[in-house]
């Protein structure tokens, strides 16, 4: 993995999907396209927290390195240098994988 040229903000996080595994059964392969997308990914960024009431920061409970679960529609994909990357608040995390 390259050096990323974006800094998430707040509780925003940067991760990179985790290649699912071929899918065949018999003799039928099934094309990219018609595969459903992996839910679950590596951290490679994450913000510095968000503020809470009394400006205090938050700190994140995920850090780069981390493999997470996430929902199949959460987050907005990006693509930088052409890698892409889904960046989503760490809200929208469902869990760490340990």
Do not use: W
């Not at 390259?2 to 991760?15: K, S």
């Not at 595994?21 to 839910?39: F, H, L, R, V």
């Not at 493999?67 to 199949?72: E, M």
């Amino acid at each position: 993995m390259g050096a990323m040229n974006i800094r998430p903000l707040h509780d925003r996080v940067v991760i990179k999907r985790l290649d699912a595994t071929e899918s065949k059964q018999g003799s039928i392969i099934i094309p990219d396209s018609a595969k459903e997308k992996p839910q679950q990914g590596e951290v490679v960024a994450v913000g510095s927290g968000k503020l809470d009431e009394k400006g205090a920061r938050v700190p994140m409970d995920v850090k780069p390195g981390d493999r997470i679960l996430f929902g199949k529609y959460s987050g907005s994909e990006i693509k930088v240098d052409g890698q892409e990357y889904v960046i989503f608040r760490e809200d929208e995390i469902l869990g760490v994988i340990e």
